[in-house]
């Protein structure tokens, strides 16, 4: 099940731009196999530059050691490892790349959203179970149980749900507690990492025309 935040809150690794018309487009598609036991950055990028047969720019300020083994991955599957392993983040103009250390507010950002996304995944405690409960208790306990902020989304906080949610893991839950709702939207309100409320689709109920 595919779930998606409604709100303006994107973090990614990649920026792409439009490749210049006159350069032969690199293909972050390629394959490429690495094994690296506390490898410097400027290495195994060189290692993928050797694959894409293009220019990767480091910047000096990366030193971290990497290591990491990943076996015909694609390199735009490799890179966004790497990205998370030394806090980097790169650029790509169509044909070379760039690699600079992320700045301090985004590698902030981004760990905010990798527990997020950490406390969605979490089980919940074995025997937590709800009989004739409203939607709003439930959301309740399992905010309570995981950490995270969670409302009802419009009027459907007085809906009553009865099910054994134990050991399941916070998106489990919640996508078995909303498919109970009738005629519900499918989403939950949830406090992001930006200190906002936002829509988070757990079911996908929408009616295609």
């Not at 973090?11 to 094994?35: C, K, W």
């Amino acid at each position: 099940m595919t779930r998606l935040f409604v709100v303006a809150v994107a973090l990614t690794f990649v920026f792409a731009a439009a490749s210049p018309a006159s350069a032969q487009r690199t293909d972050l598609g390629r394959p490429a196999t690495i094994d690296v036991t506390n490898a410097s950055p400027q290495y195994v990028f060189d290692l993928l530059a050797k694959v894409l047969e293009c220019k990767i720019r480091v910047d000096p300020a990366l030193k971290s050691p990497i290591t990491l083994r990943m076996v015909d991955a694609r390199i735009n599957d490799i890179l966004p490892v790497i990205s998370k392993l030394i806090d980097c983040e790169w650029t790509f103009d169509g044909k070379d790349i760039s690699v600079k250390p992320m700045p301090k507010s985004r590698k902030r950002s981004q760990r905010g959203w990798d527990e997020h996304y950490k406390k969605l995944e979490s089980r919940l405690p074995a025997g937590m179970r709800f009989d004739g409960v409203t939607l709003k208790n439930a959301l309740d306990a399992i905010a309570k149980a995981s950490g995270l902020k969670l409302q009802p989304w419009k009027s459907e906080a007085d809906y009553k749900v009865t099910i054994d949610v134990g050991g399941k893991t916070v998106n489990q839950a919640l996508e078995a507690i909303i498919a109970q709702i009738p005629n519900a939207e499918g989403v939950v309100m949830i406090r992001t990492p930006n200190g906002g409320m936002g829509q988070y689709r757990v079911l996908d109920k929408r009616r295609t025309p």
